[in-house]
């Protein structure tokens, strides 16, 4: 599957939708992570998490981007993470994910507008429609290529969520600040 060409119009639209970000809410199995679950032979369940992605995360909060998760499955890896990282919004268990996000809109007191979702699959798609900026990885399900935003060209668990988190900086213009942190 191949993510759509954006025309130059599409960029600018992209962006300005971009600019007005406040918080991110993303998907976990297929978004953060590749989608796969391990079981081993016991009660152990074991998933992948990309560094990029951690960084990207880093990155948000860090700029006063609130960083969420919504995620139909619950899993003590999850929460394991997001801890890591500072995400203190994490949200499992959901199999309706439009009510936390209608919760999340309530307790920051957001518009629709400053959110950003990311995605994979069918069950994202009522938050990519109803969200500011509707965004789905690279190996999302196909009906979701006419139902984002934007389509990253990362896959899940693979810097998918750290082109997000760039693109809502950059647009915000708060990228270069990051970079010469790295460069001084």
């Not at 919760?103 to 429609?129: C, M, N, T």
Request: proline share 3%; charged share 25%; hydrophobic share 40%.
């Amino acid at each position: 599957m191949t993510a759509p060409q954006l025309t130059q119009e599409q960029i600018a639209q992209l962006a300005e939708k971009a600019k007005k970000v406040r918080m991110v809410i993303t998907d976990i199995d297929g978004v953060l992570s590749d989608g796969k679950v391990y079981l081993d032979q016991g009660d152990n369940e074991l998933k992948c998490f990309n560094i990029k992605d951690g960084l990207g995360i880093k990155f948000l909060l860090k700029n006063d981007i609130i960083v969420a998760v919504i995620t139909g499955r619950e899993s003590n890896i999850v929460e394991r993470r997001m801890k890591e990282l500072g995400v203190t919004e994490v949200h499992q268990n959901q199999p309706d994910k439009r009510a936390c996000f209608n919760k999340l809109l309530e307790k920051y007191q957001l518009d629709v507008s400053e959110v950003a979702y990311l995605g994979d699959d069918l069950p994202d798609l009522p938050l990519i429609k109803q969200c500011g900026l509707g965004v789905a990885v690279a190996d999302c399900h196909w009906f979701m290529l006419q139902h984002s935003d934007w389509i990253t060209a990362s896959a899940g668990g693979q810097g998918a969520f750290r082109e997000l988190s760039e693109l809502i900086l950059s647009s915000q213009e708060k990228m270069p600040a990051i970079l010469d942190g790295y460069l001084n």
